[in-house]
C-alpha cells in the first residue's frame, strides 16, 4: 500500500464496486467526500463526521423487516364491487389475476429481465381468502372480475382454475349471500357510502377505496353505520404501508426538523389518463352497462353516456374532483405523520384551465366540470402550521411532499430526505464548525433495493415516485396495497383497528368537503370542533 492510499483509509475499491455497494444499502446518514486522484481513479471515504451527526440524530438504522401478516385460521371470502382500472389492481394485489394477464408478464419478464413483475407477484403472500362472488354493472368488467378470481393458482391460459366465481347484477343481492364475509368496494364516489352503509348493515367488513363519501352528510352516515355495526373497515390509502412515510414519522417524533410551520403537497400530471380522460371501452354501450343502476344515486339522471360512465371523476354527479381524488391521498401521507386531523378552516380556488381547452389536440368535447388546475388552504392553528395543496393536470413538473420546520425541512415520496435550516437553532453549532452543510442532506434514506425498478407506464411511475406503487421490506419490494389489504384481513381475524380505519377516513372525508365547498361556494369554510360541522364564512 502506498502512503497515497493509506490517506484514503485503507483498501481501494474501484467506482463501479462502490456503486454496486451503495445499491443495497437501504438508508445513509450523508456527509460523504469523493476523491479524485489524478485522471485515472476515484475513490469514496464515508467522512467520520458522518458518525458523529448519526449519533447526534438518532435515527434507527435498521430497515423495517418483511413479516407477514397472519392467516392462518378460517378462509375470509370476499365479494368483489367493481373491477375497473382501481378494482383490477386491487384483485392483483389480493392475489387474483386473469390468465392472459399472467401470460403477458411472463413474457414481458422473458424478453426483459429486470421486468420482475411477474416473479414479484408469484412471491406475493397467500392471503388465505378467496374471491366467492363479484359484481360489476359493465358485463365485460363482471367477466374479466370471475376469470381473474377463478385463478386461484396464479395460472397462465389453459392452467388449472378453480370452480366459477358467481357474478351479482347488484350489489344488494351480493350482500345477502351467505357465502360473503366481506366485501371490497372499488366503484365510482357517488356509490361508496351507500354500499359502505349497506354493507355494515349486513354485517359484512369493509376495504374501500377513497374518496370516503361523495357529500358532506355522508361523512356521518358512514362513520355512524361502521361504528355502531363493528365491522372492520378500511379505507384504500396504500401509502399507510410505503417505508418511508413511516421513516418520516420516526424523523418528526425525533424533531430533525423542528417546531413544524409550513406543509407543501401537490400533485402534477399531464396527460390523459392522468386527467382522468380514460379510454372507453369499445364494447360499452347501453346493453351492456346498466346505466340506470349506475345513476340511481343521482339527483340529475343523464341519458346514457360513455364519457360520464368511464370517465366519471370529471363530473361533480359521480366524482369529488381534485379535493377527493388526488388531495386525499396527499392528506393521509401528512396525517399519518402528523395526526393533525381536520383543519380548522379550509379555502380553495381552480379551474378547468387545461382539459376545456379547444386549441389542445386532445380537447374532450363533453365539458367536464371539475378543476383540473386546484389549489387549496388548510389552516392548523392548533398546530401552528398551514397546509397548501396545488395541482395541475396540465403539467409533469415534479415536486415532492415537503415539511418545513425551524431547524430544517424534509421532503418524502418513495425516499426521504431531510436538510438542516441554516438558521437552525439545533444545529446552529454544528453548522457554525462545518459538521453540517445546510446545502447537504443530513439524513437520506433509501429502501433497500438492488436493481433498477422497470414500470411499464407514466401513470405507474408516477405513483411509484410518489411512494404508492410499492415499498421495501428487508430489501424486498413488495405492493403496498397488498399490504394495506393484508392488513385488513388481519384486523379482521383479530379483532382490531387497522391503519386507515373509519376515524382516519372520517377526517380525511370532511377535509377534502371543505376544498370543495370552499372552492364551489368562493368563500372560506371553517369546522366547529365541538359541534363537529362545517361553518361558512
Known amino acids: 500500500m502506498t502512503d497515497k492510499d493509506k490517506n484514503t483509509g485503507g483498501s481501494i475499491m474501484n467506482r463501479r464496486d462502490v456503486l454496486k455497494g451503495l445499491a443495497t444499502v437501504p438508508y445513509s446518514i450523508t456527509n460523504c467526500v469523493v476523491f479524485i486522484h489524478g485522471q485515472r481513479k476515484s475513490y469514496l471515504r464515508i467522512d467520520m463526521r458522518s458518525h458523529k451527526l448519526a449519533k447526534e440524530l438518532n435515527m434507527s438504522a435498521d430497515e423495517k423487516e418483511y413479516a407477514p401478516f397472519k392467516h392462518d385460521g378460517d378462509t375470509i371470502r370476499i365479494g368483489i364491487i367493481g373491477f375497473g382500472i382501481r378494482g383490477t ?3 392483483q394485489a389480493a392475489g387474483f389475476v386473469q390468465p392472459a394477464t399472467i401470460d403477458k408478464w411472463k413474457q414481458a419478464e422473458a424478453n426483459d429481465s429486470n421486468n420482475n413483475r411477474y416473479s414479484n407477484f408469484l412471491e406475493q403472500e397467500d392471503l388465505n381468502i378467496m374471491i366467492t362472488g363479484v359484481c360489476d354493472l359493465f358485463d365485460v368488467h363482471a367477466e374479466n372480475a370471475m376469470s381473474a378470481a377463478a385463478n386461484i393458482g396464479r395460472e397462465s391460459v389453459g392452467g388449472q382454475m378453480g370452480q366459477a366465481v358467481k357474478r351479482y347484477r347488484t350489489y344488494q343481492e351480493m350482500l345477502a349471500s351467505d357465502d360473503i364475509d366481506a366485501v371490497i368496494i372499488a366503484t365510482p364516489d357517488h356509490w361508496h357510502a351507500q354500499m359502505t352503509i349497506d354493507a355494515a348493515k349486513a354485517g359484512k367488513h369493509v376495504y374501500a377505496e377513497k374518496g370516503f363519501s361523495l357529500t358532506m352528510d355522508e361523512n356521518y ?4 353505520a361502521v361504528k355502531s355495526s363493528g365491522i372492520v373497515y378500511q379505507l384504500g390509502h396504500q401509502g399507510r404501508q410505503t417505508e418511508s412515510y413511516i421513516k418520516a414519522k420516526e424523523a418528526i417524533d425525533k424533531k430533525l426538523i423542528g417546531k413544524i410551520n409550513l406543509i407543501e403537497v401537490c400533485t402534477n400530471r399531464n396527460s390523459a389518463n392522468g386527467a382522468w380522460v380514460y379510454d372507453i371501452h369499445p364494447d360499452a354501450n347501453p346493453n351492456t352497462v346498466d346505466w340506470a343502476k349506475f345513476e340511481e344515486p343521482c339527483e340529475v339522471k343523464h341519458p346514457w353516456s360513455p364519457e360520464r360512465f368511464f370517465r366519471w371523476r370529471c363530473w361533480w ?24 386531523g381536520i383543519p ?9 384551465y387545461v382539459w376545456n381547452n379547444k386549441e389542445r389536440g386532445d380537447y374532450v368535447n363533453e365539458i367536464r366540470e371539475v378543476p383540473d388546475v386546484w389549489n387549496a388552504v388548510l389552516e392548523y392553528p392548533d398546530h401552528d402550521f398551514s397546509l ?3 395541482a395541475s393536470l396540465g403539467s409533469n413538473n415534479n415536486r415532492g411532499k415537503t415539511i418545513m420546520g425551524h431547524d430544517g425541512m424534509m421532503e418524502f415520496g418513495n425516499t426521504l430526505t431531510v436538510y438542516a435550516d441554516r438558521q437552525s437553532t439545533r444545529y446552529k453549532e454544528q453548522i457554525e464548525s462545518g459538521l453540517i452543510d445546510p ?32 415499498t421495501y421490506r428487508g430489501g424486498r419490494r413488495v405492493d403496498t396495497t ?40 368562493h368563500r372560506a369554510v371553517f369546522w366547529d370542533k365541538e359541534k363537529e360541522e362545517i361553518v361558512r364564512g
Open 89 to 91: 389492481q386491487l384483485m
Open 317 to 340: 354527479d359521480y366524482g369529488t374532483g381534485l379535493s377527493g381524488d388526488l388531495l386525499t391521498h396527499e392528506f393521509d401521507a401528512i396525517n399519518q405523520i402528523l395526526g393533525m
Open 439 to 470: 446545502e447537504t442532506p443530513i439524513y437520506t434514506y433509501i429502501p433497500g433495493r438492488k436493481n433498477v425498478d422497470t414500470v411499464a407506464t407514466a401513470t405507474e411511475q408516477y405513483f411509484a415516485a410518489r411512494g404508492l406503487l410499492y
Open 221 to 224: 352516515t358512514i362513520r355512524d
Open 482 to 521: 397488498h399490504l394495506h389489504i393484508a392488513e385488513w384481513l388481519q384486523s379482521i381475524r383479530e379483532g382490531t383497528q387497522p391503519s386507515c380505519n373509519v376515524d382516519q377516513a372520517f377526517e380525511e372525508g370532511v377535509a377534502a368537503a371543505m376544498g370543495i365547498m370552499a372552492q364551489r361556494e
Open 388 to 390: 397548501l395543496y396545488s
Open 344 to 352: 380548522t378552516s379550509a379555502s380553495a380556488s381552480g379551474g378547468g
